[in-house]
């Protein structure tokens, strides 16, 4: 720890307004990591090059050790006083399971014998710590006779998003790698990096012109109301309680689905033989599209079951703007700003730059069968939303970041509250593994457990196997309900079938 808090300089860290709706929630992920030669812990990531390699990772980033605050004016800051650091909570510790049982539960954190959870997702918000939030969890988990660990990251969302999320990872794992090769071949050059977290990059590329709000941000920006203009200027501890009780108020499951590199390929072929001319659909589009489908028609069976039994609906349809049955479904995609604002620095910057797009599909569309035809006219809409998402939104966007807080606490009100929508959130673009300690790449990569209802995450599969893995967090009846919908189950294998490819393969 010395060769941060040594080094560490107080300093104000500035944020914008996208950040303050971000406190109560953490990017979160879990990498496994399988010991098949069973190489003692001296050999296999040595507890004290992996602690001493995260301390390292951290002078290039300390806005992980700040406080965060909020100026008279409604401002979000982070405080990173030398004198009084707000560290990240750090555990190395040993797990009586052999790596072999959690492989065979389907690398299902419940399965371990502690209780991670509450850390380990994003209902983080009551893991206050002597009243403070806590910046980030980091556990190295090691199983019985070195047959494997676990390294769960969860780093507040304030900080980071998705991709600098995995800057940090692997930026810790690039160390840790270094320190190995280092003790055995001292002219090896320690690989010098440089990181942006200062929020004035973020808004160097905003017009100084007002242009004309396109809908897809002034719809979202003009809801919500007085709810919305409170959630943006309470404390940031009291914004976590209240968005970690409503993430909670709902049970939610996971699902776990493979889709083969081969099969996507061969859907996106078919149904880019409907597309207009000069339009090309990306796995994205056209899996979206799918998703739709299929988790629309889910969910709409779990609606019309819920209210043959009143009772059950009452305390969650209390939080519907309107009672009655969905008619649309919202579809959000994250999509990532740095690469469409055309600076030469913005792979650098770590902060929340995160954009969405926003697609509606009626009723009637989401419950046809999910033909090529029909997949091509979604996917057309969605291939459409996602690039209108250009500079010029994204300035936009940065108007109401500065100008209008209660913005971006509508995003995570939506996913607490509305019923019919679908978040989507496409991992295979960031280099989760790329996190190779000096042990080899992960065996799985999974997300946290705890992302609010209705999102749905798609991550790249082992390198060694390739193709996806889409993970749904879902109610359970509606999770039953897509388990039976065969159009679905006719795309996918199941999760059991590529746990099984992962035990063959050489890793």
Same mark, same amino acid.
């Given at each position: 720890?010395?060769?941060?808090?040594?080094?560490?300089?107080?300093?104000?860290?500035?944020?914008?307004?996208?950040?303050?709706?971000?406190?109560?929630?953490?990017?979160?992920?879990?990498?496994?990591?399988?010991?098949?030669?069973?190489?003692?812990?001296?050999?296999?990531?040595?507890?004290?090059?992996?602690?001493?390699?995260?301390?390292?990772?951290?002078?290039?980033?300390?806005?992980?050790?700040?406080?965060?605050?909020?100026?008279?004016?409604?401002?979000?800051?982070?405080?990173?006083?030398?004198?009084?650091?707000?560290?990240?909570?750090?555990?190395?510790?040993?797990?009586?399971?052999?790596?072999?049982?959690?492989?065979?539960?389907?690398?299902?954190?419940?399965?371990?014998?502690?209780?991670?959870?509450?850390?380990?997702?994003?209902?983080?918000?009551?893991?206050?710590?002597?009243?403070?939030?806590?910046?980030?969890?980091?556990?190295?988990?090691?199983?019985?006779?070195?047959?494997?660990?676990?390294?769960?990251?969860?780093?507040?969302?304030?900080?980071?998003?998705?991709?600098?999320?995995?800057?940090?990872?692997?930026?810790?794992?690039?160390?840790?790698?270094?320190?190995?090769?280092?003790?055995?071949?001292?002219?090896?050059?320690?690989?010098?990096?440089?990181?942006?977290? =200062? &929020?004035?990059?973020?808004?160097? /590329? %905003? *017009? !100084? +012109? $007002?242009?004309?709000?396109?809908?897809?941000?002034?719809?979202?920006?003009?809801?919500?109301?007085?709810?919305?203009?409170?959630?943006?200027?309470?404390?940031?501890?009291?914004?976590?309680?209240?968005?970690?009780?409503?993430?909670?108020?709902? =049970? &939610?499951?996971?699902?776990?689905? /493979? %889709? *083969? !590199? +081969? $099969?996507?390929?061969?859907?996106?072929?078919?149904?880019?033989?409907?597309?207009?001319?000069?339009?090309?659909?990306?796995?994205?589009?056209?899996?979206?599209?799918?998703?739709?489908?299929?988790?629309?028609?889910?969910?709409?069976?779990?609606?019309?079951?819920?209210?043959?039994?009143?009772?059950? *609906?009452?305390?969650?349809?209390?939080?519907?703007?309107?009672?009655?049955?969905?008619?649309?479904?919202?579809?959000?995609?994250?999509?990532?700003?740095?690469?469409?604002?055309?600076?030469?620095?913005?792979?650098?910057?770590?902060?929340?730059?995160?954009?969405?797009?926003?697609?509606?599909?009626?009723?009637?569309?989401?419950?046809?069968?999910?033909?090529?035809?029909?997949?091509?006219?979604?996917?057309?809409?969605?291939?459409?939303?996602?690039?209108?998402?250009?500079?010029?939104?994204?300035?936009?966007?940065?108007?109401?970041?500065?100008?209008?807080?209660?913005?971006?606490?509508?995003?995570?009100?939506?996913?607490?509250?509305?019923?019919?929508?679908?978040?989507?959130?496409?991992?295979?673009?960031?280099?989760?593994?790329?996190?190779?300690?000096?042990?080899?790449?992960?065996?799985?990569?999974?997300?946290?457990?705890?992302?609010?209802?209705?999102?749905?995450?798609?991550?790249?599969?082992?390198?060694?196997?390739?193709?996806?893995?889409?993970?749904?967090?879902?109610?359970?009846?509606?999770?039953?309900?897509?388990?039976?919908?065969?159009?679905?189950?006719?795309?996918?294998?199941?999760?059991?079938?590529?746990?099984?490819?992962?035990?063959?393969?050489?890793?």
């Amino acid at each position: 720890m010395n060769t941060f808090t040594d080094t560490v300089k107080t300093q104000t860290i500035w944020l914008d307004n996208a950040d303050a709706g971000h406190y109560a929630t953490s990017v979160s992920n879990c990498y496994w990591y399988e010991n098949r030669a069973r190489k003692p812990w001296s050999v296999f990531m040595p507890a004290g090059v992996l602690e001493r390699a995260f301390y390292k990772a951290m002078q290039d980033f300390p806005i992980l050790a700040g406080h965060p605050k909020t100026s008279t004016k409604g401002r979000p800051y982070v405080l990173v006083d030398k004198d009084n650091l707000n560290m990240p909570v750090y555990t190395d510790t040993y797990c009586n399971l052999d790596y072999s049982e959690m492989h065979e539960s389907g690398y299902n954190i419940y399965k371990l014998p502690m209780d991670f959870s509450k850390e380990y997702g994003v209902p983080v918000s009551n893991r206050l710590i002597g009243g403070r939030i806590v910046p980030g969890f980091f556990h190295v988990i090691r199983f019985r006779e070195n047959s494997g660990l676990m390294v769960i990251g969860s780093i507040r969302h304030y900080n980071t998003d998705g991709y600098g999320y995995t800057q940090f990872m692997n930026r810790w794992a690039e160390i840790a790698k270094w320190m190995q090769q280092s003790q055995s071949d001292n002219s090896v050059p320690f690989p010098v990096r440089h990181y942006i977290y =200062d &929020r004035s990059f973020d808004n160097s /590329y %905003i *017009s !100084s +012109e $007002t242009t004309a709000i396109k809908d897809m941000i002034s719809n979202p920006a003009s809801s919500g109301g007085v709810l919305m203009k409170w959630l943006a200027w309470i404390s940031p501890e009291t914004r976590g309680r209240v968005m970690g009780a409503l993430s909670n108020s709902t =049970d &939610r499951t996971c699902s776990f689905y /493979y %889709i *083969s !590199s +081969e $099969t996507m390929e061969d859907l996106r072929t078919r149904v880019q033989a409907h597309a207009p001319e000069g339009i090309r659909y990306s796995v994205n589009d056209v899996l979206t599209a799918y998703l739709a489908i299929v988790l629309g028609q889910a969910k709409e069976e779990a609606f019309i079951e819920k209210w043959k039994k009143p009772a059950r *609906s009452v305390v969650r349809g209390l939080s519907f703007k309107k009672l009655g049955k969905p008619k649309d479904l919202v579809v959000m995609i994250d999509i990532n700003s740095r690469p469409r604002i055309n600076l030469p620095d913005a792979k650098d910057y770590i902060g929340n730059m995160l954009s969405g797009s926003s697609t509606v599909f009626s009723r009637e569309q989401v419950h046809q069968k999910p033909a090529d035809e029909i997949l091509s006219a979604m996917a057309l809409r969605i291939h459409q939303d996602v690039a209108s998402v250009d500079k010029e939104f994204i300035a936009q966007v940065g108007h109401f970041k500065i100008g209008k807080p209660e913005y971006y606490m509508w995003p995570a009100w939506f996913f607490a509250t509305r019923s019919s929508k679908m978040g989507i959130s496409n991992q295979f673009r960031f280099e989760h593994y790329g996190v190779d300690f000096g042990a080899g790449i992960p065996t799985m990569v999974r997300t946290s457990p705890h992302a609010f209802i209705d999102n749905v995450f798609v991550m790249p599969a082992n390198p060694a196997i390739g193709g996806y893995i889409v993970e749904f967090k879902l109610e359970p009846d509606v999770k039953a309900n897509l388990a039976r919908n065969e159009k679905w189950m006719s795309l996918v294998d199941k999760y059991d079938s590529y746990l099984q490819l992962l035990k063959e393969s050489v890793v």
